[in-house]
C-alpha cells in the first residue's frame, strides 16, 4: 500500500521561503512512467497543480508559479520536496503531495497525502 505524508511548518511569514517535504511509504520513487507532485488548494477555490518530479529527476512548473518554485528529491530517504520562495497571503492553501502514473496518453492521480494547511501571514 503506498502512502503520501505532507510535513512542514503550517505558517510561514511573506516574503519567507515555504518548504514542504513529502514522504513516500509502500513504493519506489525510481519507477519508470510515476511521477510525484505537488498540488495546492487555496480556500473557497479549486485545485492548483504545482509542478511535478519525474523518474529522470526532471522537473516541470505551473507557468504561474515557475519563477518561485523548486521541486526536488532525495531518494535514499524517499522523499521529495517542495520550495516556493517570496510568498505572499495569496499563498495560503492546502498543499497536497501526490503520485501520478502515466501511460501513452493518460495519467492518473492514484496516491495523495492527507494534505497540510499553510499559512502565509505576519
Known amino acids: 500500500q503506498v502512502q503520501l505524508q505532507e510535513s512542514g511548518p503550517g505558517l510561514v511569514k511573506p516574503s519567507q521561503t515555504l518548504s514542504l517535504t513529502c514522504t513516500v511509504s509502500?513504493?519506489?520513487?525510481?519507477?519508470?512512467?510515476?511521477?510525484y507532485s505537488w498540488i495546492r488548494q487555496p480556500p473557497g477555490k479549486g485545485l492548483e497543480w504545482i509542478g511535478y518530479?519525474?523518474?529522470?529527476?526532471?522537473?516541470y512548473y505551473s507557468p504561474s508559479l515557475k519563477s518561485r518554485t523548486a521541486i526536488s528529491r532525495d531518494t535514499s530517504k524517499n522523499q521529495f520536496t517542495l520550495q516556493l520562495s517570496s510568498v505572499t497571503p495569496e499563498d495560503t492553501a492546502v498543499y497536497y503531495c501526490?503520485?501520478?502514473?502515466?501511460?501513452?496518453?493518460?495519467?492518473?492521480?492514484?496516491?495523495w497525502g492527507q494534505g497540510t494547511q499553510v499559512t502565509v501571514s505576519s
Open positions: 518530479i519525474v523518474y529522470s529527476g526532471s522537473t
Open positions: 501526490a503520485r501520478v502514473i502515466s501511460g501513452r496518453n493518460w495519467y492518473v492521480y492514484d496516491y
Open positions: 509502500g513504493g519506489s520513487m525510481l519507477s519508470n512512467y510515476i511521477y
